[in-house]
């Protein structure tokens, strides 16, 4: 119901974290990284957020809480610790800069992965990171089953081998977003998904952590 959502995202997804496992999430809409984050920041403390996206997902709310301000609300309420987060692949603007250290899309293809993924293990070094990454951070050639695609994105090869390299960074938690396979009549999008989602378990895995 959406007057429980956060309510319940948050209890179930604390109670999972308490319990001493690892959370992976799967959306549905962007929004649940609100309580996510929530539930994590309860756990562990103000997160460092890397973001993977098309949107910055920090716009003032012009009435209901949405989508596209879930990660200003969590800001506000000092569950991301900006100075040490990261948005990766943007390609959309928005005039509130929040502070958070933006890698867009194009300067992703300008600097080349080895570049882009250095920057990023530097800047989140030593921190709780908490992974967010929706699916519209690739280009719609490579995920077309998503509600707000956005042109000159990420390559799917491009995404994973970012991903790959991110196994010495402390990741307390992921969720996966934005997926609607109605959009896509070949399981494009899902297949690109599913594999984000199998490497992020191998992360875990690769670091001994328990999952």
Known sequence: ????????????SLA?????????????DHFISYPLLKAHAEAFGPLSLLQFDAHCDTWQSIGEFDHGTM??????????????????GLRTHNHDDVGIKQITSPQIHEKGISAVLEEILTHLKGHNVYLSFDIDVLDPAFAPGTGTPVSGGLASWQVLEILRG???????GFDLVEVSPPY?????TSIAAATVIHDLICIKASQKVKF
């Open 166 to 172: 991110l196994t010495s960074l402390n990741m307390i």
């Open 184 to 188: 896509d009549h070949a399981e494009i």
């Open 1 to 12: 119901q959406p007057e429980t959502i956060i309510s319940s995202i948050y209890e179930q």
């Open 71 to 88: 990660f200003l609300r969590a800001i506000k309420e000092g569950l991301i610790n900006v100075e040490s987060s990261v948005q990766v």
């Open 16 to 28: 999972i974290i308490n319990s001493g496992a690892s959370l992976l999430s799967i959306g549905g």
